[in-house]
């Protein structure tokens, strides 16, 4: 049933009333949100007051002991060096338009998520449609971890974006032991080339679920079907780890494996103290439509780049989903979402991406639907039969 005109207004009204007053508790979802799925992948979560944060770290120099004997004058710059960490936020904005002709007149709904009371309604209509908006912030940021890149549109350069650039700037190599390669047969996994105290304590694993099956394939001949406990066991038995060793297999991950030290991963978000957190604007050239608006910054940061604290292993992308992409319930994308920089972007197929705020496009060359055979239009068979 349609809002008739008095309805509509009244509806407006009290969605706009209720971002004020659920105010705290749309402030805090996407930050309880985050540190749940934060805890479970042992990524460190920090809320940032200011612009950002700088970190030094005091990188040891070894091997500086000498006979007594023989070092009477000392060594210069024999302590070590900083390695200085830098977690820049960067402000994003959900910024769209919804027509509240779609919206039924006080009608609770099942969320995928949370079901709703509907005989007793506990939460009125218009608090879950701000809960769903404040929810998707949360998810948009959780699942552009990685792969977000601010050349590309991104809010925030995610973990993968950072790892290349420093692999292009030669902070991370071969050399300095934290390029690594993972390699696997039915009776171990090998991490070669890793520093050797990176395996002192436990050890966090992250990987998409394409290397993890593969890896779980690999093992299987020798194993049976194998356990994500039997692969921990394998990887701490590979590699001598003096400690326990978590794998964390998610499709943010995809294209690379890292191994870090609890904590070395984080994200930083902006505590909005000040503003309103969810703003609802009606428009006054339509009484149809009305503006939701979240405004916040975020980024992340690996916190040291030392062999002994984090490695990688090479990047490949190629033929790999995009989480990003995945967000939200259904990927279908209104064409009237307002990206960041004030531009109306277009979706026109059911996988098309639409990122607010910080998703890669999926189909570089335009915004299509993958062909029958679930190719995007980037691939150079795109359209053709087999």
């Not at 977000?148 to 902070?171: C, M, N, P, W, Y």
Request: aromatic content about 6%; some cysteine.
């Amino acid at each position: 049933m349609a809002l008739s005109t008095t309805s509509k207004r009244g509806f407006i009204n009290r969605l706009a009333q209720a971002a004020v007053d659920y105010d705290r508790t749309l402030r805090l979802l996407p930050y309880i949100d985050l540190q749940k799925q934060c805890r479970e992948m042992g990524i460190e979560l920090l809320k940032i007051n200011g612009e950002g944060h700088v970190r030094q770290n005091l990188l040891r120099y070894g091997n500086v002991l000498r006979p007594y004997d023989k070092c009477h004058t000392p060594e210069e710059n024999s302590l070590g060096r900083t390695e200085t960490r830098e977690l820049e936020l960067h402000t994003g904005v959900i910024n769209y338009l919804e027509n509240v002709q779609d919206y039924a007149h006080d009608r609770a709904y099942d969320s995928l998520t949370r079901r709703v009371d509907n005989r007793g309604k506990q939460s009125p209509y218009e608090v879950e449609i701000l809960e769903g908006i404040a929810r998707t912030l949360s998810e948009d940021i959780f699942l552009s971890l990685c792969s977000s890149s601010r050349a590309e549109g991104g809010v925030f350069d995610g973990f993968h974006t950072q790892i290349l650039q420093e692999v292009k700037g030669g902070g991370i190599s071969e050399e300095k032991h934290n390029l690594v390669t993972l390699r696997m047969d039915a009776q171990s996994i090998v991490i070669e080339n890793a520093h050797p105290l990176l395996f002192e304590g436990d050890l966090h694993v992250y990987m998409g679920r394409t290397q993890y099956i593969r890896m779980a394939q690999k093992v299987t001949p020798m194993h049976g079907l194998p356990t994500q406990a039997l692969l921990e066991s394998l990887i701490a038995a590979g590699n001598a780890v003096r400690g326990r060793v978590h794998i964390h297999q998610s499709p943010i991950f995809e294209g690379m494996t890292i191994f870090a030290k609890a904590g070395i991963l984080q994200l930083g978000v902006k505590d909005p103290k000040d503003e309103q957190f969810v703003q609802v604007i009606p428009q006054p050239d339509d009484p149809n439509s009305i503006r939701y608006w979240i405004q916040t910054s975020v980024g992340v940061r690996i916190a040291s780049l030392s062999g002994r604290a984090f490695a990688c292993s090479e990047y490949r992308a190629e033929g790999l989903p995009e989480a990003a992409g995945f967000s939200g319930d259904t990927q279908e994308r209104r064409s009237n979402i307002v990206c960041a920089e004030g531009e109306t972007a277009v979706a026109t197929g059911a996988d098309g991406e639409v990122v607010v705020p910080a998703i890669k496009e999926k189909f570089p060359n335009g915004y299509g639907e993958p062909d029958a055979h679930g190719r995007g239009a980037d691939d150079p068979h795109y359209g053709e039969d087999a």
